[in-house]
Each structure stands twice: as C-alpha cells, then as structure tokens.
C-alpha cells in the first residue's frame, strides 16, 4: 500500500471556506473515485492555514488510474475552480509504511 499526503497552504482566513466547500461538495465527487480516504485535517499549531489530507492505494498504478478518472470528471474540474484561487502553495509525497507500521 502507498498512502498520497497532499497539503495546501491556504491564504489567510481561507481555511473555514476551503472545508466547507469541501465538505459539501467536493467530497462527494472525490471518494467514490479515489476510494480510500484515511483523514482529512486542517493545522491548529505549526504551519497556519495549512490543510492535509491521506489517501490510500494498493499502488503506483492505482493511484495514477484513479487520479485520471477523477480529473475527467467534469463536476471535479467545476470544484477545482472553486478551491485554486484559495491555495497559496501545494505539495504532493507519496508515504510507504514501515514494516512494523500499523498502516502499510
């Protein structure tokens, strides 16, 4: 299993919007299609207005298949234009878990 941690920088005071968006909209669209979301979390200390999000997959090919189908949607490319001007920066990491990890 690999787990895809992606964080956004939000701009400032942009957090409670960017869930809310999310929560009401974007969810719906996301996890049927990428399948195994692990959490979803918004920072209180360290980085200010940072928010990170885990999902799952069995590997790279699943991933990459999963990612294309939600990208052709055109009801995800609608949300996305909703949310990018929200986000100040991006970053993407792809986690594998130690053998003695709970979550591998």
Known sequence: MI???R????YPGRVPEYLRLYEEEGLAIQEPVLGNL????????GTQNEVM????YEDH??????????????EWQDYL????PMIMTMENA???GANF????
Request: aromatic share 10%; hydrophobic share 50%; proline share 5%.
């Open 7 to 10: 964080t956004y920088v939000l």
């Open 81 to 84: 234009a909703k949310i990018l």
């Open 38 to 45: 692990i959490g979803y979390f918004a920072t209180e200390i």
């Open 94 to 96: 792809i986690l594998r």
């Open 61 to 74: 090919a699943e991933r990459d298949r999963r990612r294309a189908e939600l990208m052709a949607l055109p």
């Open 3 to 5: 787990i895809e941690k």
């Open 101 to 104: 990890s709970p979550i591998r």
């Open 53 to 56: 999000h885990l999902w799952g």
